[in-house]
């Protein structure tokens, strides 16, 4: 572990950063059609939940990272092997996010650039601000909040005020009614919400763990809210069908918006804001895979670790798939059903049992 602290309000504004960001940019919950923004709000519920429980397997053995407690509950060689595990997971959505970015960045603006090329531009920046530390991480994000907060505000304010937007596309609320939000609800639980389990190799570096369980809520919440009212924004503009069928609803909707001169290339201000968001989500995912390659190889400094696995994060994210379409189906249906759900869900419940008989084993009072 570095030697860093962190405020609460620094861990409120990389939690709505890390779950907002991505969610945004794509058609989240599109097989709900006009309901597709309740899918949020259910997300959300499920997030706070594996957050809670994620939160209490950090209480068993706190100040320490997540690698170091999978091997304080399990014990180190079966505990190495799990945190390797994480390791290559967070690594992956780091690729997989690194990827969604430079897809947007060239569908927009450089069509005919390499994916390469364009990665690696902005993973550049990234393992500079990861070596630098999880301080800087978080002063850097602390000063972005409050510029793309504004920005957003001025977006979907613009948005709303074009005329563009038709309640009317938002109707019939719940036609199918609430069994496929139900079963929906697991997709938009993992996704963004459940991948904040990376956050916990940041709880150790708090100033003061008395408000950690308010601020990330409140963060989790925030984030649901704002992707749910931003896509029933896509939808009241796009309509139901234009929303399911494009490749991201935001940019489309910010293209679509015609009238006054002041309205025009506002896909240009989408593009600045999601392009600094994904900037904390990924870091905030490669400082993890950092932190966990550090308990599991018994490496001293994490970063020595930054430019070879940097240079790895980069290999897999330009060979993810050959196309945008098999880069959607691996990450979006294939990761989800079968990595997401033993990482997320099973092998941290498996570590919330035994970790509280472990503890009360000892007489830890917590």
């Known amino acids: 572990m570095e030697k860093a602290k962190i405020s609460v309000h620094q861990l409120y504004v990389l939690v709505v950063f890390y779950v907002v960001v991505s969610a945004i940019i794509i058609a989240f919950g599109v ?64 690729a997989f996010v690194l990827r969604d970015f430079g897809e947007l960045v060239r569908v927009f603006a450089y069509p005919r650039t390499p994916m390469l090329l364009i990665s690696s531009f902005m993973l550049i920046a990234i393992l500079y601000t990861v070596y630098k530390g999880i301080e800087v991480i978080a002063r850097t994000g602390e000063i972005f909040f409050t510029i793309i907060s504004i920005l957003g505000v001025i977006g979907l304010t613009l948005l709303l ?5 038709d309640i009317h596309n938002l109707m019939p609320v719940l036609e ?26 940041l709880y150790p570096y708090l100033e003061s763990q008395k408000h950690t369980k308010r601020a990330v809520i409140t963060g989790i919440f925030f984030g649901g809210v704002v992707i749910s009212l931003v896509t029933m924004l896509n939808i009241a503009i796009l309509g139901v069908d234009l929303f399911t069928r494009t490749q991201y609803p935001l940019l489309t909707t910010f293209q679509l918006v015609e009238g006054k001169a002041f309205l025009e290339r506002m896909d240009s201000l989408f593009m600045v804001t999601s392009v600094l968001g994904g900037f904390f989500r990924i870091s905030i995912l490669f400082y993890a895979t950092l932190m966990c390659a550090t308990t599991a190889f018994s490496v001293p400094n994490y970063r020595t670790l930054v430019l070879p696995l940097g240079v790895v994060l980069l290999y897999c994210s330009v060979n993810l798939a050959g196309s945008y379409t098999e ?27 035994v970790g509280w008989f472990r503890t009360r084993r000892k007489g830890n009072p917590t």
Request: hydrophobic share 50%.
């Open 31 to 94: 097989e709900n059609k006009q309901d597709a923004w309740m899918t949020a709000l259910t997300g959300m519920l499920g997030g706070i939940v594996l957050f809670l429980m994620n939160y209490t397997i950090y209480s068993y053995y706190p100040g320490h990272t997540f690698g170091q407690i999978i091997e304080r509950i399990i014990g180190k060689p079966l505990g190495k092997v799990v945190t390797v595990m994480y390791v290559i997971y967070f690594l992956y959505i780091a």
């Open 161 to 165: 005020s074009s005329g563009n937007a």
């Open 176 to 201: 199918r009614g609430w069994m496929p939000i139900i079963f929906s609800s697991y997709h938009s639980t993992v996704f963004p919400f459940g991948e904040l389990i990376a956050f916990m190799m």
């Open 327 to 353: 880069f959607i189906v691996n990450g979006m249906y294939a990761f989800t059903y079968y990595i997401q759900l033993p990482m997320q869900i099973i092998i941290p419940l498996l570590l919330l049992i």
